[in-house]
Nanobody, 119 residues
Framework: QVQLVESGGGLVQTGGSLRLSCAAS????????LAWLRQAPGQERDLIAA????????YYADSVKGRFTMSRDIVRNTLFLQKNTLKPVDTTTYYC????????????WGQGTQVTVSS
């Protein structure tokens, strides 16, 4: 069973930065695609970034391209999301999720971490 644990959320001012972390276990996750999604109250979860753990290929949604960057620590099975130039519209809960490579459904989820950007 894959477990994902996010951390790094908090309160930041407009234009500021935050780095989210997602620690994955067990150690063998090379068959997974990990992703960051966010969900505002009353709305569906939006995929904002994803990475294939086996080859590092990435995807970014247009809404975050150029502002958010993923990186990873393969030894520690940890995924990071560096968020720069934050805006109030980025205020929401961020989730780390995983799916089997080639699959369509994210079946593994973290608990979510709240990010609040003050104006």
């Amino acid at each position: 069973q894959v477990q994902l644990v996010e951390s790094g959320g908090g309160l930041v001012q407009t234009g500021g930065s935050l780095r989210l972390s997602c620690a994955a276990s067990p150690r063998t996750i090379s068959y997974l695609t990990l992703a960051w999604l966010r969900q505002a109250p009353g709305q569906e979860r939006d995929l904002i970034a994803a990475i294939s753990w086996s080859d590092g290929s990435t995807y970014y949604a247009d809404s975050v391209k150029g502002r958010f960057t993923m990186s990873r620590d393969i030894v520690r099975n940890t995924l990071f999301l560096q968020k720069n130039t934050l805006k109030p519209v980025d205020t929401t809960t961020y989730y780390c999720a995983g799916k089997r490579r080639g699959g369509t459904v994210y079946g593994y989820w973290g608990q979510g971490t709240q990010v609040t950007v003050s104006s």
